[in-house]
């Protein structure tokens, strides 16, 4: 699995949100900033990016995820 299909994934799987990874295809991290976020929690905001690769990880095509979910504000400061 490559970064730009778990990207095309994640960008498909959280509304609105744009997505930036680093690593290699099955062990990797992932950066996704939504306005979707506000207001939940980090539990929350891992839960809804994981779902939109969960197929891939029980697979196995998809060993490690590092996430990191922000809101459009939280980045900027």
């Known amino acids: ?44 905001r891992q839960k809804m990016v994981l779902a939109a690769v969960r197929a891939d990880i029980d697979s196995g095509e998809l060993h490690a995820l590092s996430i990191k979910a922000r809101t459009p504000a939280e980045l900027a400061s």
């Open 1 to 44: 699995m490559t970064l730009d299909e778990i990207q095309a994934k994640l960008e498909a799987g959280v509304e609105g949100s744009t997505v930036t990874m680093e690593g290699d295809g099955c062990n990797c991290s992932t950066l996704v900033v939504s306005e979707v976020f506000e207001g939940m929690g980090l539990l929350a």
